[in-house]
């Protein structure tokens, strides 16, 4: 009976990650890595305040530099007021530049809770301008970014950071870097 409902599971969320598909892998918004043209995409729902999205990262890492992959990035801040305005700020840093985005991304995931003297120091050294990302903060294009994220983690019923999409199934928690690569190049 256990495995009947699971099976039932994954078949209900293979049908809603189709029929998000244009949301889902949509990254015009600057903030994904990897090779732009890649059919390896892996979506990640993250927290930049959860522990278990930097550990991950590492791993996401690993495969990013074996080439042809993508990985397409959705904020899902649920752990604090300081998630949503650190995935406010990538958001718009994103718009700016994707290396930038990706710099920036990588900074947030390796420190923890960094202070805003510190993402304003960072911002310097990257030629970017705080004052003015701060100013935008909570524009219309941040917001619409941001509702969409988090629309598309309560449309696939997510509970927690990480979530991935990964061939049109969903994956929740840590992975390790051969449980990813399982996943995304072992196509069914």
Same mark, same amino acid.
């Given at each position: 009976m256990k495995k009947k409902k699971l099976i039932e599971q994954k078949n209900q969320n293979e049908k809603k990650i189709i029929d998000l598909n244009n949301s889902l892998f949509q990254s015009t918004n600057g903030l994904f890595s990897g090779d732009v043209n890649s059919q390896n995409v892996i979506v990640e729902f993250f927290d930049y305040n959860c522990s278990y999205c930097k550990e991950v990262h590492k791993e996401l890492k690993k495969i990013l530099k074996k080439g042809d992959s993508k990985i397409i990035y959705k904020n899902f801040p649920i752990l604090s007021e300081r998630s949503v305005e650190l995935a406010k700020i990538s958001i718009l840093v994103g718009k700016e530049d994707n290396l930038k985005f990706n710099k920036f991304h990588e900074f947030l995931l390796k420190n923890k809770n960094p202070s805003n003297k510190q993402i304003e120091t960072f911002f310097l050294a990257n030629d970017l301008n705080y004052n003015q990302i701060v100013e935008q903060i909570d524009g219309e294009y941040v917001t619409k970014n941001l509702e969409a994220d988090i629309k598309l983690a309560q449309d696939l019923s997510l509970r927690g950071t990480p979530a991935f999409i990964i061939n049109n199934e969903i994956h $929740?928690?840590? $992975? @390790?870097? @051969? *449980?990813? *690569? @399982?996943?995304? $190049?072992?196509q069914q």
């Open positions: $929740f928690g840590y $992975f @390790s870097m @051969s *449980e990813i *690569e @399982s996943k995304l $190049f072992n």
